[in-house]
């Protein structure tokens, strides 16, 4: 794998700043034609613009280049994020596996109440089962995975001592997250939950991965070290670098995992013989 690897969210964009306004009350942002644009042609705002050059700004002090592999979604929101990152050398790859999450019906260009009249249980259900929850005919976080995967494996191509950068969008980080991190649903859904801003992807975020270990320089094979930082408001992200350690578990703790869940159809079949 590359050195290093950075994901960044893109900037505020319109359809942020619509949705945020909307969940407010104020649902004035959602003009016929603003409803008529598809959401991968949402622009940045003016803010969203700021946090970019922010973000390119962290970028550029913390994370030498050169940048041997840059990807972007092919949404606008995305690309304009990318180019106002303002890295020395970059050459741009549009990838459609970076794509934003699908929310299919259920997507954002209606305001916050319309939406949760139309889709009420379907957007309550994810709170029980985010990982797998689908949104009606759109994507799962775990369909997003796959994805991720592929691009990921594709970064082998850019050389052991590149630098990537990847700009893409909310979901697709945590996506990304889960595959790096070795995430367990569980903890995933304990940080969508969480009220910490530090648990969250805001826009314009960095996530820093790298196989090299901060403190000796030494490398590893596989990204061990992570660093989270919201470039424009540093309150908001953790910052300081940490360790990666994906869990494994022996046969007893897996078998501890599965404990508390109630055994709702005891028994079995007659006849079906015993192994142990």
């Not at 946090?51 to 990807?71: L, N, S």
């Not at 957007?123 to 976080?141: M, V």
């Not at 596989?222 to 660093?227: A, D, K, M, T, V």
């Not at 408001?233 to 350690?245: M, Q």
Request: with cysteine.
């Amino acid at each position: 794998m590359p050195l290093d690897l950075l994901l960044v969210r893109h900037g505020r964009s319109e359809g942020n700043e619509a949705r945020e306004q909307s969940k407010q009350g104020d649902e004035s942002a959602y003009t016929p034609a603003f409803r008529a644009r598809l959401n991968r042609e949402w622009r940045l705002t003016d803010v969203g613009v700021s946090q970019a050059r922010a973000a390119g700004h962290w970028i550029r002090e913390h994370a030498e280049g050169p940048y041997g592999g840059c990807y972007t979604s092919e949404y606008i929101r995305a690309r304009e994020t990318a180019g106002h990152l303002g890295l020395p050398g970059a050459s741009w790859v549009q990838e459609i596996l970076l794509r934003e999450r699908s929310w299919g019906r259920a997507d954002f260009v209606m305001p916050e109440s319309e939406r949760w009249e139309l889709f009420a249980g379907e957007l309550a259900a994810r709170r029980q089962d985010p990982c797998y929850w689908r949104p009606p005919e759109g994507e799962s976080l775990a369909d997003v995975y796959v994805r991720v995967r592929l691009v990921l494996d594709r970064l082998r191509e850019c050389g052991p001592d590149a630098t990537c950068v990847l700009v893409t969008h909310e979901d697709v980080m945590w996506a990304a997250r889960l595959l790096l991190e070795g995430l367990s649903q569980e903890q995933w859904r304990a940080l969508l939950l969480s009220d910490d801003p530090c648990d969250k992807i805001h826009n314009a975020q960095v996530l820093h991965y790298s196989r090299r270990d901060p403190g000796t320089d030494r490398c590893t094979d596989s990204f061990r070290w992570l660093r989270s930082v919201c470039p424009w408001d540093p309150s908001r992200s953790t910052n300081e670098w940490r360790r990666i350690r994906p869990r494994t578990f022996s046969n007893e703790e897996l078998l501890a995992t599965v404990e508390g869940i109630e055994r709702l159809v005891p028994g079995g079949r007659v006849g079906v013989p015993a192994w142990g």
